[in-house]
C-alpha cells in the first residue's frame, strides 16, 4: 500500500524471481527507506535497466476496494509493469491498482 498525505492511493502487488533476491523478505521491504529500486541495486546487485507498462481502467473489488478504501465498483487505473534488467531479462512484475481521483498517474521509466 501507497498513501499520500495518510489516505492510501496504490495497492501494489509485486512479483520478483527468488534466486536473485534470496534473503529479501516482507520485513526487510518494509523497514527500507527510500526507493524499492535503489534496495534492489545495492543490497542484491539487480539493476532494472527499463520497464514496459500496460495501463486500463478496472473497477475495485474485493480487498483492492477495502485496501483503497473506496466502494465496490469505483474505477481505478490498472497498471501492470515488467521490469527489465541487462540482456532484456525480467526482474519484476508489478500489478498497481490506482485510485486517480483526487491525483494523476504520473511514471518516469528510463
Given amino acids: 500500500m501507497l498513501s499520500l498525505r495518510g489516505v492510501p492511493v496504490v495497492f501494489d502487488e509485486i512479483w520478483l524471481p527468488a534466486a536473485p533476491f534470496k534473503g529479501l523478505t516482507a520485513e526487510r521491504l518494509s523497514g527500507y527507506r527510500g526507493p524499492m529500486y535503489g534496495l534492489f541495486e545495492s543490497e542484491f546487485g539487480v539493476r532494472m535497466i527499463r520497464a514496459e507498462e500496460r495501463i486500463r481502467a478496472v473497477a475495485a473489488e474485493g480487498q483492492a476496494a ?36 483526487s491525483h494523476h498517474y504520473r511514471n518516469e521509466l528510463s
Avoid at 465496490?72 to 501492470?80: M, N
Wanted: aromatic share 6%.
Fill in 66 to 101: 477495502e485496501l483503497l478504501a473506496v466502494a465496490p465498483g469505483t474505477p481505478l487505473l490498472s497498471v501492470e509493469r515488467l521490469s527489465l534488467t541487462y540482456g532484456d531479462k525480467p526482474v519484476e512484475l508489478r500489478r498497481g491498482l490506482y485510485n486517480t481521483a
